[in-house]
């Protein structure tokens, strides 16, 4: 199994960014697919949670209306879209999946400041 998240960087307040979690190893379009992020001194908290053929998505309350989690299985990628970001969003952003355990990517740093 690989993960491989891009798209982090820098923005400012307000601003946009949209992660890619590249997948492979493995059947993606049979898995859940989440993101989770880990804020500095924070614990690694789930973002978002999108089915395998992604009719169904949940958010962490402190994202929701913000933030949108999306699957392209022809390409084996999954999507986070985060809009109106606010800088206790910083944090790196990791793709997962549960296949046989846990699995996560490297991680994208994601910083939000003016």
């Known amino acids: 199994v690989q993960l491989v998240e891009s798209g982090g960087g820098l923005v400012q307040p307000g601003g946009s960014l949209r992660l890619s979690c590249a997948a492979s190893?493995?059947?993606?379009?049979?898995?859940?697919m989440r993101w989770y992020r880990q804020g500095p001194g924070k614990e690694r908290e789930l973002v978002a949670t999108?089915?395998?053929?992604?009719?169904?998505?949940n958010y962490g309350d402190s994202v929701k209306g913000r933030f949108t989690i999306s699957r392209d299985n022809a390409k084996n990628t999954v999507y986070l879209q985060m809009n109106s970001l606010k800088p206790e969003d910083t944090a790196v952003y990791y793709c997962?999946?549960?296949?046989?355990?846990?699995?996560w990517g490297q991680g994208t740093q994601v910083t939000v400041s003016s």
């Open positions: 190893g493995f059947t993606f379009s049979r898995f859940v």
């Open positions: 997962n999946v549960r296949q046989g355990g846990d699995h």
């Open positions: 999108i089915s395998s053929a992604g009719g169904t998505t």
